[in-house]
Every structure is written in C-alpha cells, then in structure tokens.
T-cell receptor
Framework: ETGVTQTPRHLVMGMTNKKSLKCEQH?????MYWYKQSAKKPLELMFV???????ENNSVPSRFSPECPNSSHLFLHLHTLQPEDSALYLC??????????????FGPGTRLTVL | KQEVTQIPAALSVPEGENLVLNCSFT??????LQWFRQDPGKGLTSLLL?????REQTSGRLNASLDKSSGRSTLYIAASQPGDSATYLC??????????FGKGTSLLVTP
C-alpha cells in the first residue's frame, strides 16, 4: 500500500453505536489530520496531530474522539453521533508544517451515514 | 478568519477548450496555496502547490498563478478533456497546519 489509506470506505451506524475510523499513511510523514466534508460546505479541519501530539482541535464535539498511537496511524472514535454528522471524513498527512512549505496528501475518505 | 471563494461554482465546457478557474481569499498573509482535484465520492488529489514567494506553478496542462497582494489565484487548464471532469478545490494556509478550503468548482467537460 502506498500513500494514505482509510478504512472502512463506507460506514452506516445508528445513533447509539460506537465505531472507529482508521487512517494509515505510508509516506513517512509526521503530521496527520482529520477533515469533515459535508454537502454544500467547504472541508472543515477537525484535528491535527504532529509527532503523535494533538496540536489543533477545531472545536469538535466530544462525540468525536481522535487517537494517534504513532506517526503512521490515526483513528477517529465515534459514539452517540447525530444524523447531521453524516459526511465524508477525510484523513490527510504532511511531512511537516504548511509554513515550511509542505503539501498535504489525502486519503480516499470514509463515507459515514448516521441513521 | 480566512474566507476562500471559488468562482464559478459550476462550469460546463466542450472538449478541447482552455479554461480558467478562479480562487480568491480575504487574508493575504498566507504561507502557500494548494489546488486539489476531487472525483465524486472520493478523496482529494493534490495538483499544484504554490509557495507564498512564488508567482506560478505548472504541471502538464495545468498552470496555477498566485497574486498574494490581491488575494487571488487562477488555475488554467489547457486543451480540456472529459477525464478532467471533477471538482477543483482551492485551499490556503495561514497557520502551521490548517488549510482553509473553498467550496470548489464543479467542472464538466463534454465530448
């Protein structure tokens, strides 16, 4: 596998379920990101991790819980979600900061539907 | 707060035409600007990255320009093909890690 991979690609869950999204990058990058893409809205940054440490939490509700065990893996744990949380969740990675001129590379996304 | 606007929201052109997609941003203190392509239901593919000190970048039939002082960027696609049909997203960075995205331009190239 190369690049950024995400599993599962599609997920349907009820509001009382607990599920997790997984992201893995094979690029040797140090920073990883979660974005949310809802219909008719721009991509929204949710969380940023750099060298496994969370550097940004963009006022995301606590029903979304990120975990970064190492620089190659990123998880998004989901519990008691709402139907409005249905969206495409995208993971990205970069070698370092955007300030230093690094590109962000994106995975294919997980299409989440909350019933 | 950085606001990124992309015009037009949708564009349909016949195959072979040259076309220009526009991106504007409100805060000119950016580190860089990235253009992405997104196919329906898929992730983003990075097309071009322009650093704040650069004026343009080229890759194949794509050319992106940046006028930081006026808060504008354009993506020029030469000799468009049906395979170019996708949504094109512009994103700028003002901080260490966050990218601010526009809503995108949905492009359809008809045979």
């Amino acid at each position: 596998e190369t690049g950024v991979t995400q599993t599962p690609r599609h997920l349907v869950m009820g509001m009382t379920n607990k599920k997790s999204l997984k992201c893995e990058q094979h690029l040797g990058h140090n920073a990883m990101y979660w974005y949310k893409q809802s219909a008719k809205k721009p991509l929204e940054l949710m969380f940023v991790y750099n060298f496994k440490e969370q550097t940004e939490n963009n006022s995301v509700p606590s029903r979304f819980s990120p975990e970064c065990p190492n620089s190659s893996h990123l998880f998004l744990h989901l519990h008691t979600l709402q139907p409005e949380d249905s969206a495409l969740y995208l993971c990205a990675s970069s070698l370092g900061t955007l300030q230093a001129g690094n590109e962000q590379f994106f995975g294919p996304g997980t299409r989440l539907t909350v019933l | 707060k950085q606001e990124v606007t992309q015009i037009p929201a949708a564009l349909s052109v016949p195959e072979g035409e040259n076309l220009v997609l526009n991106c504007s941003f409100t805060d000119s203190a950016i580190y860089n600007l990235q253009w992405f392509r997104q196919d329906p239901g898929k992730g983003l593919t990075s097309l071009l990255l322009i650093q704040s000190s650069q004026r343009e970048q080229t890759s194949g039939r794509l050319n992106a320009s940046l006028d930081k002082s006026s808060g504008r960027s354009t993506l020029y696609i030469a000799a468009s093909q049906p395979g170019d049909s996708a949504t094109y997203l512009c994103a700028v960075s003002n901080s260490g890690y966050a990218l601010n995205f526009g809503k995108g331009t949905s492009l359809l190239v008809t045979p």
